[in-house]
Structure formats: structure tokens, C-alpha cells
């Protein structure tokens, strides 16, 4: 495919199938030489968004973004939009409807399978250079989940409101939030009043700075907090777990008390009740957890300066993932669950050190290495997240582990690089550069990037500062 639109122009690959599911197999991907780079048509200035989630956690929101048209020869905007949210209207300043496109002639369901999450806008005519111009956006939909015991999972985290441009594009918001009043919800940016308004609750939010994306969390939270210096930092965990992982232990103790009932003696004619082991609360990680991440702060500071934030909100959300955005982190629950429950749920040794050693830390590390220094290209993002994981590293070797944490993992990714994946023909380590980025299979690019920084010049000399291995 050539696409003189595209910033890599030449695209070769085929559609291929594997475990059943359909996917494009990119062969190559490049620049064609000696063409000019495209710049960018239009810039999100700022975003002003209204949303109301209701009892059912549907969302019902507006959302006018300011813009200015960079070179004045186009007239199209690709916005970034969840495929699970449907667009009601896109108008202009004087109200007027415009032409929109979003996975056109498909139903929600066939959404959810072969759609893309894209909405395209067509402007009347082509705006002149530099000139700036707003548009207002109808939307509803659902992008959260019930996890059950209370439990929520806030999905399409970055594609929940009409996002124009890539992570290295910087924008200011302001939010005006509902939400049921039996949960707690938090944001990105300053909290600038919260209120009842019948059977909800009302708060508006403004970022303190430009940031590359927005975001929210909420569930039916207790929370601790810590201030510190010029920042402070809260906690929020429900008390309950979700169902898919309280069915885990459940299931582990169960078995664990069969094993145990036929490992001694004949079988009782009895009737003895063993009662099982008490589900954990992630609330009850809130305290400590909050006083590890202020000094991973403290320790990250050294290398990438002052924390660029006012507030640290850090947020348990269901899965086996964690992301940071701008003051607001997702972290999994996992993380906030003793060894012990962990080892129930099924976790190795690893996965228990990667959720409590690596996970919070990492994202933490993102306040500056993701949302000050971003990415562009998908061949840069492996930087950003070679930093944050070989800070986390280096932030878990500070606690006098005599296994020396860094240099066990850095042992296991290694050997994780020299080994074939399933299924695979080839070595981790082999399957390509890791400027390819997403193009890789994603056990590859995490493992070496991490290795990179390990035998970067950075690492020559303690007065060497991370900064540097950018360059």
C-alpha cells in the first residue's frame, strides 16, 4: 500500500490467521526516501468536557474542543474515539452539523468485533493557516464495566472523549463530572469543587498544566493519603475484590482443603467445618502502598527532576496491567494484595515480584518519562518504557534485597530474550529491531529495552544523568 498521507508511506503485508483470529501481518514498513515530513494539520488547543455517568454506568456526554488549523490545506480531523461510543451530533461554532464518519453501516456488535476506534470529522470548507475554530461533540455509550462486589473497570481510558493527536501533543481540560453518589471518582488535573446534586454527585476538574491525554477512575473506594513536600499523593482501593479473581481463591481453597482432608489419617465419618481463608481487601495495601510510592518519588527526583505534579492519585483497577496518566495512576489489583493471597490467586514467584516490586513503580516512573517526555512514533514509545521499568529496577534495589532485585531481573529478561515463544520458530531476541515497536510481539521490545538501558552510556558513570540516553 502507498499512502502519501501516511508518515511511513509504504506499508507491505498480508492478512494472516492464527489461533483462530484474523490479524495484518506488516512485512515492512518505511518512509519513502527523500520525502518531505508531513506536519501536522490540526492541533487540540483545548478540551472542555461534560459527562454524566449513570447507574447503570453509561455515559452521556458533550465535548467542544478548541483547534487550530496548522497549514490550511485540509479539511478531514481523525479523531480518536471508542468504538463502544456512539456519536448523537458533531457541530460547529454557530451550531451547524457537520459530516462525521464512525465505523459507517455497522451495528454496536459488529462494532465491538471488526470495528476501529476513529471518528472523522468533514469541515465545511478548508480553514486558513492558524486559524482557530471550535467543535462541539454529542456522545453515549458504555466503557464501563461491572466487575462485580462493587468492583468497576473504567475501559478506553484514552479514547473515552473525541482525542485529537498522538502522545507527544499537549493540550489543557477542564471536566464537569457526574457520577452515582454511593462511589468515589477521581481525574486528572485539580479538583476544583464537589457537591450532591440528588442522586449524584457533581465535580469539576481543570489540568494545571498541558497534558497529552485525560482520564478518570472510580469504584466504591477507601482511600489514605500522603503529603509530602510540594506534592501529595492518594490511594484508592475497594474493599472487595472482583469476582473473576475472588472465584480464583475461592477455587484455590477449595481444592486446598480437599488435598488437605484426604492427606491425613482415614476419612473422618464426621462432620468437621474448615473455614476458609478470609478474602483480602486491597484497601488494606492503601497506607503502605502510598508510603512506597512517595519515596519511589523521592528516589525518581534524582534522576528527572522535581515531581511535575501537584497530586498523585493512584487507583486499583481490575486486570493484570497498570498505566499513568498525567497525576493519575491505574494500578492493578494485584499489586495491592499480600503475597500470600497472591500465591492463592496462582501468581509464580515472578509474577508476585512483578506486581509488587515493578507495577506501581513503573507508572509511577510515567509521571515524567510518558507525560513530560513523550513519544511520537510508534518506534520511539520503547524509551519511554525502558526508563520507567529500569528506574522501577533500580527503585526496588534500594531495599537491601541481598538477592540484589536488579540484577534477578535482569537475569530473567535475558533469559526471556534467548528463549523461543510458544509456537515460535525464532528467539525473543531475534524476531526484529526494537525501533519496530508494536510491530514486535510484545514479550520481546519490554524485555530488551530494559537491557538497552542496562548497557547504555547512561550507566557509565554515577554523575550521568537518564536525560542522556535519549541522545
Known sequence: ?????????????????????????????????????????????????????SSNNSLDATTSVRLRAETGTERVLAFQLSRALTIDSVTGERGESLPFFQNEGMSLQERSVRGNDYLDVVLPQTPAGRQEFTLHFHYRGNVIQDAGNGVLFVGARESWYPHLGDSAEFSSYDFLLRWPRKLRLIATGSKLEEHEEGEFRVGRWKTEKPMSVAGFNLGEYASASVASGAHSIDVYANRELEE????????????????????????????????????????????????????????????????????????????????????LLYVSTYSFLPSEAQQRAGLSTASQEHFTELVPYHEVAHQWWGNVVAWSSYRDQWIDEAIANYLALLFADTKKNPDHTLHVWLARYRQQLVGKLSGATEAAGDIGALALGSRLNSSKSPQESRCAIRRSPANAGDKVRLPRTLH
Open 244 to 327: 473473576d479473581l475472588r472465584r480464583r481463591l475461592a477455587s484455590h481453597d477449595a481444592d486446598a482443603l480437599t488435598l488437605s482432608s484426604r492427606r491425613f489419617g482415614p476419612a473422618s465419618t464426621g462432620h468437621s467445618v474448615v473455614p476458609p481463608a478470609p478474602s483480602p481487601s486491597p484497601a488494606d495495601a492503601l497506607k503502605q502502598l502510598g508510603k512506597e510510592i512517595d519515596s519511589s518519588i523521592g528516589f525518581y527526583e534524582t534522576f528527572s527532576g522535581p515531581f511535575p505534579f501537584h497530586n498523585l492519585s493512584v487507583s486499583q483497577i481490575p486486570g493484570t496491567f497498570g498505566q499513568g496518566w498525567p497525576g
Open 1 to 53: 500500500m502507498l499512502d502519501t498521507q501516511h508518515d511511513e508511506q509504504f506499508l507491505l503485508g498480508q492478512v494472516h490467521k492464527a489461533g483462530g483470529k484474523s490479524f495484518y501481518d506488516v512485512w515492512t514498513s518505511h518512509r519513502i526516501p527523500g520525502s518531505p515530513i508531513l506536519p501536522v494539520a490540526f492541533r487540540a488547543l483545548h478540551y472542555s468536557i461534560e459527562t454524566t455517568i
